[in-house]
C-alpha cells in the first residue's frame, strides 16, 4: 500500500509489479481497488498494475468538501503519481465511476495513453442520479435532506416500483448503496466533490479516431444502469472501437470481464 499526498487529499494505490507496460485500474462507486485483484493472475512479467482508491473509496480522503475535485487538479495529481512511480505512457482500466475517470484521465493525456478497457462506463450518457446531485440551490438541499433522512425516499421508490415505474435491479442498486447513513454521506460527498468531472466527448472523440489506441466497451446483457444502447452514440464515432457484450448484469461486471479474459485469452490487444 502507497500513499500519494496532495493539497486536496491523500490517494493510496498499490503496485503490483516493475514492468514498463503500466495499467492504471479505477474501480467503480461503493468499491475499492480489491475489486481488481483477481487480474493479477493475469499479470505478465512486463507488466504493473497500479490499483487506485479514488477519493473517498478504499484508503484515499478528501481534505474538504468545499473543495472540488476538477480536471485541473486530477491532472495534477496524476502527473505527480508519474513522478513518483516513474512512468509516463499507461493503459487505462475503468469500470462505472472509474470507467468515468479513465474517460477524463484520457482527455487530459491523450498522447500519454496506450489502450483503454471500459466496463460500463459512467460519463457517456448521463444518468438520473447525478443529475439529482447537480440541481443548483434548494433542489441541492433537497437531495442532501434525502440522502441523511432516506425513509419517505424509500416509500417513494417502492411506490414507484409497484406502479411500473422503476425496474427491481434499479431498486436493488440505490437501496445498497444507501441502505447505511455511511453509504448516503459516501453518496452526497462523492457526487458533490465530483461535480466537475464530466468528459468531454467530443475531445475524447477527436483524439482516439487521430491516435487509434486499441479501446474495447464491454457491457452486460441484463445490466439496467449502463446498457449497449446508452452507449451507442459514443461508440458509433470510434470506427475501431470494439463492443463486447457479456451476460452480465451491472454488479458483476468487473468479475465476469475477469473470466472472460482469462478463460478466452481474449483482449490481447490491452492485455
Known amino acids: 500500500m502507497k500513499f500519494l499526498e496532495t493539497t486536496l487529499g491523500r490517494l493510496a494505490y498499490e503496485r503490483q509489479g516493475n514492468g514498463p507496460e503500466v495499467y492504471l485500474f479505477f474501480h467503480g462507486f461503493g468499491q ?3 475489486i481488481y485483484h483477481p487480474f493479477l493472475q493475469i ?7 497500479l490499483f487506485i482508491d479514488i477519493f473517498y473509496h ?3 480522503s478528501w481534505r474538504s468538501i468545499t473543495n472540488k475535485l476538477t480536471k485541473e487538479a486530477w491532472k495534477d495529481i496524476l502527473l505527480q503519481l508519474m513522478a513518483d512511480e516513474s512512468f509516463k505512457e499507461f493503459h487505462l482500466i475503468g469500470y462505472s465511476m472509474g470507467g468515468k475517470f479513465s474517460l477524463i484521465t484520457y482527455e487530459l493525456f491523450p498522447n500519454y495513453i496506450k489502450s483503454l478497457l471500459l466496463m460500463a462506463p459512467d460519463g457517456i450518457k448521463t444518468g438520473f442520479w447525478y443529475n439529482m446531485a ?4 434548494i433542489l441541492n438541499r433537497v437531495f442532501k435532506h434525502v440522502v441523511f433522512h432516506p425513509d419517505r425516499f424509500f416509500r417513494t421508490i417502492d411506490g414507484l416500483y409497484k406502479i411500473g415505474l422503476l425496474q427491481s435491479s434499479l431498486v436493488k442498486f440505490v437501496k445498497f448503496q444507501m441502505q447505511t447513513r455511511t453509504k ?3 453518496v452526497y460527498f462523492t457526487w458533490n466533490v465530483f461535480k466537475p468531472m464530466q468528459p468531454d466527448l467530443g475531445s475524447i472523440i477527436k483524439m482516439l479516431r487521430l491516435h487509434q489506441q486499441p479501446i474495447i466497451l464491454i457491457t452486460g446483457t441484463y445490466d439496467k444502469m449502463v446498457t449497449s444502447e446508452n452507449l451507442d452514440r459514443f461508440s458509433s464515432k470510434i ?4 463492443n463486447l457484450e457479456l451476460p452480465s448484469g451491472h454488479n458483476t461486471l468487473v468479475e465476469d470481464t475477469f473470466d472472460f479474459i482469462k478463460n478466452s485469452g481474449e483482449i490481447r490487444d490491452i492485455f
Open 32 to 34: 475499492n481497488r480489491k
Open 43 to 49: 499479470r505478465k512479467e512486463n507488466q504493473s498494475f
Open 58 to 60: 478504499g484508503e484515499s
Open 134 to 137: 447537480t440541481f443548483p440551490g
Open 184 to 186: 448516503r454521506a459516501q
Open 239 to 242: 470506427p475501431h472501437l470494439k
